[in-house]
């Protein structure tokens, strides 16, 4: 079973995981459908810094939340920089302080709070560990992926609030698949680099002389080498390049395009 598509009318049409966490946490990713942004962002972009009018995406930002029944005051978003940086929201002054940090990974035990992450090909990475009632969300493309942000991710989690990697579960988001996703010379050379035992696993060569990169295979590596079990790592298989009816796709638009969020809630 992937994400499901909730088509309820009058709602911003989103995807979520039925049991994420045993039903305890709220895996959501949204689509580009329902918004009112223009041209290349129709219609539910959310992201600002994309060259869409910011007014569409503050409406944009004010239709998700009213369909997921979220205060907008409760959502987290960073500045994202492809990098491995967490920040840590422990407290209610941190969730209004350090919105907007540059980094990529966010952790938090605060319930009724969505941490989210901007995306358009990247994979996000979800975590969540049921114990100690702590989620993660963070921002994995290929430069994430390579940095072992998740790693960093149940780090924190470990050295904060002590969970154990064990008991996590996690989930991987829609993003650029390997059916679609064509890296070069940088990347290639990054991946090999960063897993010399496994890239092998982790890129495909295809007949036309060019590698692919399975983002999903590659966050699961780092998942699992960070101790989270398999069974418990859920893989969506949706490519956000072959389905641009549904997604924003950053590869398949050259760049101009907007965003989709994902959203962790407990
Ligand atoms: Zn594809």
């Known amino acids: 079973m992937d994400f499901i598509l909730n088509k309820e009318p009058g709602k911003a049409p989103h995807l979520y995981l039925p049991s994420f966490g045993g039903g305890k946490a709220r895996a959501i990713f949204t689509t580009r459908c329902g918004g009112v942004s223009q041209g290349p962002y129709t219609s539910l972009n959310l992201g600002f810094h994309t060259g869409d009018s910011p007014e569409a995406v503050t409406t944009n930002r004010h239709l998700l939340a009213r369909s997921l029944g979220i205060k907008e005051?409760?959502?987290?978003?960073?500045?994202?920089?492809?990098?491995?940086?967490?920040?840590?929201?422990?407290?209610?002054?941190?969730?209004?302080?350090?919105?907007?940090?540059?980094?990529?990974?966010?952790?938090?035990?605060?319930?009724?709070?969505?941490?989210?992450?901007?995306?358009?090909?990247?994979?996000?990475?979800?975590?969540?560990?049921?114990?100690?009632?702590?989620?993660?969300?963070?921002?994995?493309?290929?430069?994430?992926?390579?940095?072992?942000?998740?790693?960093?991710?149940?780090?924190?989690?470990?050295?904060?609030?002590?969970?154990?990697?064990?008991?996590?579960?996690?989930?991987?988001?829609?993003?650029?698949?390997?059916?679609?996703?064509?890296?070069?010379?940088?990347?290639?050379?990054?991946?090999?680099?960063?897993?010399?035992?496994?890239?092998?696993?982790?890129?495909?060569?295809?007949?036309?002389?060019?590698?692919?990169?399975?983002?999903?295979?590659?966050?699961?590596?780092?998942?699992?080498d960070a101790g989270v079990m398999k069974e418990n790592i859920f893989v969506s298989n949706l490519c956000t390049i072959c389905r641009q009816d549904l997604f924003f796709s950053y590869r398949g638009s050259a760049g101009v395009t907007g965003r989709m969020a994902a959203i962790l809630i407990q």
Not at 119 to 124: M, W
Not at 131 to 155: P, T, Y
């Open 73 to 224: 005051e409760r959502f987290f978003t960073l500045s994202q920089v492809h990098g491995d940086r967490v920040v840590v929201i422990d407290t209610e002054r941190d969730l209004m302080m350090k919105k907007g940090t540059a980094a990529d990974g966010v952790i938090t035990s605060l319930k009724n709070t969505a941490v989210a992450i901007c995306c358009a090909d990247c994979q996000a990475i979800y975590l969540y560990d049921p114990v100690k009632e702590v989620i993660s969300v963070a921002h994995a493309g290929w430069r994430g992926n390579v940095a072992r942000i998740a790693l960093n991710c149940l780090q924190e989690m470990t050295r904060v609030y002590g969970s154990r990697p064990q008991d996590c579960c996690a989930a991987l988001s829609p993003a650029a698949g390997d059916c679609c996703y064509e890296v070069g010379d940088q990347v290639y050379t990054a991946v090999r680099d960063a897993f010399p035992g496994s890239w092998q696993n982790l890129m495909v060569h295809k007949d036309h002389g060019k590698w692919h990169l399975s983002l999903s295979r590659a966050n699961a590596l780092v998942l699992m």
